[in-house]
């Protein structure tokens, strides 16, 4: 248990639809990043916030947003949803500033749009 | 071409054996190098975090980097099928985003 907690475990909706999807740190940890796992393209790095405020955006789309609270942990907010959304959404904290430092990931969810 | 390649395997191999998990990359900006464990239906589990060329050991794992020629490994001694799962590098350059591989699915058979 990587001490990362992700609510909802499974996700089922339709096209169009908006979902929200919830990321809690490990005790201490100021950075959050997600990431979206699908068969096709493996692991892809979305968006990194430390502290509250956004670091880095990697391939994330504009139907997709996320923030991250004072009390540090993180929403994913992905709307307008498409067939090809479906995939496994993955949170990671870590305790450093930067990219590149030692992320634990959380046990994802998984979102299915039909 | 994909800036990280991984073998997908699948890697079967007997209970015991030594296991070599390899990945290559073109990116010759790439300094941080990691071993994730993804167990089926689980999140990655980090095993291994190397900075710069050489050997990093941690029990039975050992984590190889070869910057020259641009290649890493992931060696799993005395293999036990509890190591049965898929197997992610990842890699990133200074203040840029992991990359990671498509994963190798290794199991370890009694």
């Known amino acids: 248990d990587s001490g990362v907690t992700q609510t909802p475990k499974h996700l089922i909706t339709a096209t169009g639809q908006r979902v929200t999807l919830r990321c809690s740190p490990r005790?201490?940890?100021?950075?959050v990043y997600w990431y979206q796992q699908s068969l096709d393209q493996g692991l892809q790095f979305l968006i990194h916030?430390?502290?509250?405020?956004?670091?880095a955006k990697g391939n994330i789309l504009e139907r997709f947003s996320a923030q991250q609270f004072p009390d540090l942990h993180s929403e994913l907010n992905l709307s307008s949803l498409e067939l090809g959304d479906s995939a496994l959404y993955f949170c990671?904290?870590?305790?450093?500033?930067?990219?590149?430092?030692?992320?634990?990931f959380g046990p994802g969810t998984r979102l299915t749009v039909l | 071409q994909k800036e990280v390649e991984q073998d997908p395997g699948p890697l079967s191999v007997p209970e015991g054996a030594i296991v070599s998990l390899n990945c290559t990359y073109s990116?010759?900006?790439?300094?941080?190098f990691m071993w994730y464990r993804q167990y089926s239906r689980k999140g990655p589990e980090l095993l291994m975090y190397?900075?710069?060329?050489g050997n990093k050991e941690d029990g039975r794992f050992t984590a190889q980097v070869d910057k020259s020629s641009k290649y890493i490994s992931l060696f799993i001694r005395d293999s036990q099928p509890s190591d049965s799962a898929t197997y992610l590098c990842?890699?990133?350059?200074?203040?840029?985003?992991?990359?990671f591989g498509q994963g190798t699915r290794l199991t370890i058979n009694p």
């Open positions: 990671a904290s870590g305790h450093g500033f930067y990219l590149e430092d030692e992320q634990f």
């Open positions: 005790s201490g940890d100021l950075s």
């Open positions: 916030y430390y502290n509250g405020e956004e670091r």
């Open positions: 990116n010759s900006a790439f300094q941080y």
């Open positions: 190397t900075y710069s060329s």
């Open positions: 990842a890699m990133s350059a200074v203040a840029q985003k992991l990359v």
